[in-house]
C-alpha cells in the first residue's frame, strides 16, 4: 500500500464523512455502508477473534490494577486500537455473547440469563450470528473454546460450548472442563480456597500450559493459522480463564505474592447509597466469608494468575499468527465479554450494573489501518458485529443494533453514539455516557455517578439536587435509547 493510495482513499472518505453529517447519533448509526467500502486494503482480510471470559479491566494495559502482568495482550494493544470505555450489553456469560453474536440487544434477544440458548427463543431460532454471516460471504469458519455459552451439553449438564452449526469446523476438546482431573481434585480438597456458595476457588496447578485446555484452544487456533486457506477464515478461540475457579498453572501464581498485593480501593458503607436492587446484586455472603479469612489478597493472587495464564494463551495464538502469512492481512480482535468485581461494592463476581462488571478490554488492530490508538470513546460489545462486517467490507447488516465503528477506527475523529446501555435482567439498565453512569432498576431504584469526579462510583448522586438536571436528562436519553429496542 502506497502513502498516495491511502491519501487518495483517505480524501474519499472524508468526502463521504461530510454527507453522513447530518447523521443522528442518539442511537445506532446508519449510514456507515459507504464509508465501510473504502478501506485500503489488497484483499479480503481474515478475522481472528480471541474471547476472554470473565476479563476485567485489570489487564495492565488498562491500568485497573497497575501489578498485573499481561505482557501479551499489553505489546497487542500497543500497536492496536485499544478501547478504553467498551461496555457489556448484560454483564453475564451467555446474555452478553449472545448479544454480541446475534447482533441484537439483550432487549431484543429477551436472553438475559444463563440457561436459555437463543435458539430456543421465538423469532430467533434461525438468526445469523457473526460467525455464519462471515460464511453466508464466502468465509471458512473455524472455532475453539467457549465462543457461545450453550446450556446444551451432554445429558442436559450445563457447560459453556458453541451454538451448533455457527462454525463450519469446530475443535471442542474439554470444553467446560478446563483441567481435566485436576479440576475436581482440587475443588472437593477446596485447597487455597474460600468457602463460599459459589466456587470461588482458586488454586495453583502443577501442570505444564501444553496441557491445559486453554492452551490447547489456543495451539488448535495456532495450527488453523499454519494451514494453507484457500478462503479468506474467521477463526474464534474462546479462552475460559479468568472464569472461575482459579485454577492456573503454578507459574502464573508464582508471578505474585498476595502479602504486597494492593487491594481495591474501597470505602465504607458503599451500598448504603445504593437502591436495593443493586444491594442484592453484590454477592455480600461471600465477601463476608473472604474477609472474615483474611483471603481478600489471595484471591486477587488467584485472579490475577489466571488472568496472565490467559494472557500467556492469548500471546501463543497472537505469535502464531505474526508467524504465519496472514499477519498483513488478518484483523484481530481480543476481547472480554463483561468485567468482574473483586470486592468493590462488596461484590465478587459479574452480573451487576457497577463499572468493574460492566467494562472489559476491547481491543481491535486491522493491518488496514495499522497506526494505533488509545481511545476513551465509549463503545458497546454489541458494536463488534457490524465493525467487523464494516472492516471487512462486507454487505451490512441493517437489523444490528450495535453501530460499525470501522469509519472511527480508519478516522478517530470521526462519530460514535457515545454510549453504552448494559442492562441485567429485565428492566434493569445502565446508561454509561463519557462522564456518567446512570443506572435505573425495574423498582424505579436510581444510581447517578459522575466518572470525573468519581470513577470508583461511591457517591451516588440520583438523590443531589444539583445532579437534577443531569439526572432528567439521562432518565430521557435511556428511555428514547430503550425504546428503539423492541423485541424481534
Ligand atoms: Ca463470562
Ligand atoms: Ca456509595
Not at 465462543?147 to 467446560?176: A, N
Not at 481435566?180 to 480456597?193: I, N, V
Not at 498453572?249 to 480501593?265: M, V
Request: aromatic fraction near 10%; hydrophobic fraction near 35%; charged fraction near 25%.
Amino acid at each position: 500500500m502506497t502513502m498516495a493510495r491511502i491519501t487518495q482513499l483517505t480524501g474519499c472518505l472524508l468526502i463521504l464523512l461530510s454527507c453522513a453529517a447530518s447523521v443522528p447519533t442518539g442511537g445506532t448509526i446508519a449510514a456507515t455502508e459507504v464509508i465501510t467500502a473504502q478501506i485500503p486494503r489488497d484483499s479480503t482480510p481474515n478475522v481472528l477473534l480471541i474471547m476472554i471470559d470473565d476479563m476485567n479491566d485489570w489487564v495492565k494495559a488498562y491500568g485497573g490494577n497497575p501489578q498485573a502482568i499481561t505482557p501479551n495482550i499489553d505489546r497487542f494493544a500497543a500497536r492496536a486500537v485499544r478501547f478504553d470505555n467498551a461496555y457489556c450489553s448484560a454483564p453475564l456469560c451467555n446474555p452478553s455473547r449472545t448479544s454480541l453474536l446475534t447482533g441484537y440487544s439483550p432487549l431484543k434477544t429477551g436472553v438475559y440469563g444463563n440457561s436459555t440458548h437463543f435458539r430456543d427463543v421465538a423469532g430467533l431460532k434461525d438468526v445469523v450470528t457473526l460467525p455464519q454471516y462471515f460464511a453466508a460471504n464466502g468465509y471458512a469458519t473455524f472455532a475453539a473454546g467457549k465462543i457461545f455459552h450453550s446450556p446444551r451439553g451432554p445429558s442436559g449438564k450445563p457447560r459453556p460450548g458453541s451454538d451448533p452449526g455457527s462454525f463450519q469446523e469446530e475443535w471442542r476438546g474439554g470444553l467446560g472442563v478446563p483441567f481435566p482431573a485436576e479440576e475436581d481434585r482440587f475443588r472437593a480438597l477446596g485447597k487455597g480456597s474460600v468457602k463460599t456458595p459459589k466456587n470461588l476457588d482458586w488454586a495453583p496447578i502443577a501442570i505444564a500450559d501444553e496441557n491445559t485446555n486453554d492452551w490447547q484452544i489456543a495451539d488448535y487456533g495456532a495450527q488453523v493459522l499454519a494451514r494453507e486457506h484457500d478462503k479468506p477464515f474467521f477463526l474464534a478461540c474462546g479462552i475460559f480463564r479468568p472464569h472461575l475457579p482459579w485454577y492456573a498453572p503454578e507459574k502464573y501464581f508464582n508471578l505474585y505474592d498476595a502479602d504486597t498485593l494492593q487491594l481495591p480501593e474501597v470505602i465504607a458503607n458503599d451500598l448504603a447509597d445504593v437502591p436495593v436492587l443493586g444491594q442484592r446484586m453484590a454477592k455480600q455472603e461471600a465477601h463476608e466469608m473472604i474477609i472474615k479469612q483474611g483471603k481478600w489478597k489471595e484471591a486477587m493472587r488467584g485472579y490475577l494468575a489466571s488472568l496472565s495464564y490467559a494472557d500467556a494463551c492469548a500471546g501463543h495464538l497472537l505469535d502464531a499468527l505474526e508467524n504465519s502469512k496472514y499477519a498483513d492481512n488478518t484483523i484481530v480482535v481480543l476481547m472480554g465479554d463483561h468485567g468482574w468485581n473483586l470486592g468493590e461494592k462488596r461484590h465478587w463476581s459479574k452480573n451487576a450494573l457497577w463499572e468493574e462488571s460492566a467494562k472489559t478490554p476491547l481491543i481491535i488492530f486491522d493491518p488496514a489501518r495499522p497506526e494505533p490508538i488509545v481511545t476513551d470513546r465509549v463503545v458497546s460489545l454489541l458494536d463488534l458485529y457490524p465493525t467487523l462486517i464494516g472492516l471487512s467490507g462486507l454487505p451490512p447488516k441493517e437489523d444490528l443494533d450495535g453501530t460499525d465503528l470501522s469509519r472511527f477506527l480508519l478516522d478517530p475523529t470521526a462519530d460514535t453514539p457515545g454510549f453504552a446501555l448494559t442492562t441485567k435482567d429485565e428492566g434493569n439498565h445502565s446508561l454509561r455516557t463519557d462522564r456518567y453512569r446512570y443506572t435505573r432498576y425495574r423498582d424505579g431504584g436510581e444510581e447517578l455517578y459522575d466518572h470525573q469526579s468519581d470513577p470508583m462510583e461511591w457517591k451516588n448522586l440520583a438523590d443531589d439536587p444539583a445532579a437534577a438536571e443531569v439526572l432528567d436528562r439521562l432518565r430521557k436519553q435511556l428511555d428514547r435509547y430503550t425504546a428503539t429496542l423492541t423485541p424481534n
